[in-house]
């Protein structure tokens, strides 16, 4: 007799933690502990019921919706931001066209006026000796 109370006492201290997590999956035990016995039993009917007609529980389906809203919102914002980057590649597009042409322009100036100053050199700069002797 002292064997099985003392059995009993130790199992249901060890087992207290499993009582609690098993709780959980029964929630009629737990909302007819707290006296919501209707409530809580009407809700797991229903969560059954919704479980057994689509296969999902009432909470997957929730998760799955908001997913699916997060999912539509980084979408929106992905094409806003395609939209703008697109938008500022054009516009500096139309900056650099004008800009490339007008580098071009001076540096074809800029060639045209180097040409100018060699030739120039070349003919007014020629080293003349000052002295009349020859080196031999």
């Known amino acids: 007799m002292m ?3 003392l059995f009993l006492l130790l199992s249901s201290f060890f087992l207290a933690g499993c009582f609690a997590q098993s709780m ?3 929630s009629t035990g737990a909302g007819a502990s707290q006296g919501r016995m209707i409530q809580s039993s009407i809700s797991s009917v229903a969560s059954y019921g919704v479980k057994k007609t689509t ?3 009432p909470l997957e389906h929730i998760i799955i919706r908001e997913r699916q809203r997060l999912q539509k919102k980084t979408l929106i914002i992905e094409d806003k931001i395609t939209q703008i980057t ?3 590649i054009e516009n500096s597009k139309e900056k ?3 800009l490339k042409n007008i580098i071009k322009s001076k540096s074809h100036k800029f060639r045209k006026n180097m040409t100018k100053v060699k030739g120039f050199a070349a003919e007014n700069f020629k080293h003349k000796p000052r002295f009349s002797y020859i080196v031999e």
Request: hydrophobic content about 35%; charged content about 35%.
């Open 24 to 26: 959980t999956l029964v």
């Open 55 to 57: 296969g999902k529980f």
């Open 86 to 88: 697109k938008k500022q």
């Open 96 to 98: 650099a066209l004008p």
């Open 3 to 5: 064997k099985k109370n």
